[in-house]
C-alpha cells in the first residue's frame, strides 16, 4: 500500500496489518465481535489521509450516536494537534489536504445527502446495518476527487458482523463470492477476524470471552465463531426453500382462491393464493411493480388472476377517505375491477401466522410457495426482526417489504379451506350406506351445496 507515516499506540495483529496492506477495491474486515474491527479501521483511514495529500474519505456508520461513540471522540483524541476537527461538518482537516469526512445514513433518503460528492475513500463501519440499496448509492461517490492531481486508485473498506438488514449482500460478496455480471470477483477480499486473532482485547476483558460463549446457540455461532449461515435477526428463521418452495402444479378447480395486495406509490404488490381441504396455502402468483398509479396496477392485477373470484383483501389505511378527493384508495381499486374486504390484524400477529404456517403441524408446512414466485421467495426469509420490538418485522431495507406485506393480509384473513370436491360426498355416503342419500342425516348446508353441484 506504501503508507510511510505510523501511529503511535497499539501494534496491529497479524489480521489488522493484512488489513491495512489491502488495495483491492472493496475490502472486508471482521465476520466476529472482538476482532479490533473500530480500531483497524479508524487506523487505516488516518494512515491514508496521513500519506496521500488531498485525499477525500468518508467514513460511515448507520447513526450518527454510534458514529460520534465509535469514531469522532476517538478520532478527536487520537489526532489532537494532527488534524483540526470541524464540529459543524463532522470532519477532520489534515495538513496537507487530506480529510476524513464522518458521515451517517440512519434512513434510507439520507443517501441524497452525499449526492454528486467524490471521495477517493469510503469506509462503512458494521456495513452489516446498511442496506444493499444505501450501499449502492453510496458506493456511486467512490471515484476520484482530483484524479488531474494524484494517481490513487479509490476504494471502500468494510468492517462487519453476521446479521442485520445487510447480511444478504455482504454475504454475497464476501462470503459465498456470488458476483452480478458487472462485478469483478478480484476486486473484492475478505479477511476474517474474530476475538482470538485480537490479543490486546483478550489481555484486557478476559471476561469478553465468556460472555460471547454463554449466547444462546444461535447468536454464539454468528458473534463468537463468525458463522454467516446463521442469520441473526431474521425473522422467519424456519423458512427454507427446500421446504416451502414447490414446482407449479395444475391447482384442482374446487379450491378456492384468494389475492391481497400492498399499495404504495413505491410499489404495488400482491400475492395470489390457493387453499386445499386441509386448509394449506399455495401461493402460486405475485405481482410487484413501482410507480404505478391506483387505476393501473388495479387493471393488471384483474387481468392476471381472472380465476381468483373468492375473494380479496387489503389493509384497513386503503380505505380512509382522502381529505382532498373524499374517496378512498380502495374505492379506485373498486372502479377499475378489484374489490377489496378490509384486514384487520396487528402487525406482530400477522407475522406470527406466517411464521406459524410455516412451522406447520404433525403433517408438515401449511404455507408453500411456488417457484414461479421468486420476488417473495427471495424477500421473505431476508425480513429482519425489528430493533425495538422483535415480535415486529423491521420496515427496511422498505424494498423487500410490499411482497410479505401483502401475504401477511391474506393470512391475517385466515381463508377458508377448499371444501371436498363435488361427488366426493356422494362417493363417501354411498360406500357407507350402500346406497347414496340426499340429503342425507348430519350432513352441512355447505355439503348440501357441494352435492348440488356435483349431480
Not at 507515516?5 to 496492506?21: A, M, S
Not at 449526492?115 to 477517493?120: A, I, N, P, R, V
Not at 482530483?146 to 468494510?158: D, G, V
Not at 381529505?323 to 374505492?331: C, D, L, N, P, Y
Request: aromatic fraction near 10%; glycine fraction near 8%.
Amino acid at each position: 500500500m506504501g503508507e510511510r507515516v505510523l501511529i503511535p499506540g497499539q501494534v496491529p495483529n497479524p489480521k489488522q496489518r493484512e488489513f491495512f496492506l489491502s488495495t483491492v477495491r472493496h475490502t472486508a474486515y471482521g465476520g466476529a465481535r472482538g476482532g479490533g474491527k473500530s480500531w483497524a479501521m479508524r487506523t487505516k483511514l488516518v494512515l491514508l489521509a496521513l500519506n496521500y495529500p488531498g485525499l477525500q474519505i468518508l467514513l460511515m456508520r448507520r447513526t450518527m450516536p454510534e458514529l460520534r461513540e465509535n469514531h469522532i471522540r476517538p478520532l478527536q483524541m487520537l489526532l489532537s494537534g494532527i488534524a483540526e476537527y470541524k464540529e459543524s461538518r463532522t470532519e477532520f482537516l489534515f495538513p496537507n489536504g487530506s480529510r476524513i469526512k464522518c458521515g451517517y445514513c440512519a434512513l434510507e433518503s439520507d443517501v441524497y445527502q452525499y449526492q454528486g460528492q467524490q471521495y477517493d475513500v469510503i469506509g462503512m463501519e458494521e456495513a452489516t446495518m446498511f442496506t444493499e440499496t444505501q450501499r449502492d448509492f453510496i458506493m456511486t461517490c467512490n471515484r476520484p476527487s482530483a484524479p488531474e492531481k494524484r494517481a490513487f486508485s479509490p476504494r471502500m473498506y468494510y468492517t462487519c458482523n453476521p446479521g442485520g438488514v445487510g447480511h444478504h449482500w455482504v454475504k454475497r460478496l464476501f462470503i459465498d463470492r456470488e458476483y452480478r455480471p458487472n462485478e469483478k470477483p478480484e476486486d473484492y477480499r475478505f479477511i476474517r477476524a474474530d476475538l482470538f486473532d485480537n490479543p490486546v482485547l483478550m489481555q484486557a476483558d478476559p471476561g469478553y470471552l465468556t460472555a460471547l460463549e454463554t449466547l444462546p446457540d444461535e447468536l454464539r455461532r454468528a458473534h463468537l465463531y463468525g458463522d454467516w449461515d446463521v442469520l441473526s435477526g431474521q425473522y422467519f428463521t424456519g423458512f427454507s426453500a427446500g421446504l416451502h418452495v414447490v414446482e407449479p402444479f395444475a391447482i384442482p378447480p374446487h379450491w378456492p382462491r384468494y389475492r391481497a395486495v400492498d399499495y404504495g406509490l413505491d410499489c404495488a404488490a400482491c400475492v395470489w393464493a390457493a387453499a386445499d381441504e386441509a386448509g394449506r396455502l399455495y401461493v402460486y402468483r405475485e405481482y410487484a411493480k413501482k410507480d404505478m398509479v391506483i387505476g393501473a396496477a388495479a387493471r393488471e392485477i384483474a387481468a392476471l388472476g381472472p380465476e381468483c373470484r373468492d375473494a380479496a383483501f387489503a389493509p384497513p389505511d386503503l380505505f380512509g377517505r382522502s381529505k382532498e378527493s373524499g374517496r378512498s384508495m380502495a374505492a379506485l381499486f373498486f372502479e377499475n375491477g378489484l374489490p377489496f374486504v378490509a384486514v384487520h390484524a396487528g402487525r406482530a400477529a400477522g407475522w406470527q401466522m406466517i411464521a406459524e404456517r410455516l412451522r406447520g403441524d404433525a403433517n408438515g408446512p401449511r404455507l408453500f410457495l411456488f417457484s414461479n414466485c421468486t420476488e417473495l421467495i427471495r424477500c421473505l426469509p431476508r425480513l429482519m426482526r425489528d430493533r425495538k420490538d422483535p415480535t415486529d418485522c423491521a420496515t427496511e431495507p422498505h424494498d423487500i417489504t410490499h411482497l410479505p406485506d401483502a401475504l401477511r393480509y391474506l393470512v391475517t384473513a385466515r381463508p377458508a379451506p377448499a371444501l371436498p370436491a363435488p361427488g366426493i360426498i356422494a362417493r363417501e355416503l354411498a360406500k357407507q350406506n350402500g346406497t347414496p342419500l340426499y340429503p342425507a342425516p348430519g350432513i352441512t348446508r355447505d355439503e348440501r351445496a357441494w352435492l348440488e353441484y356435483g349431480r
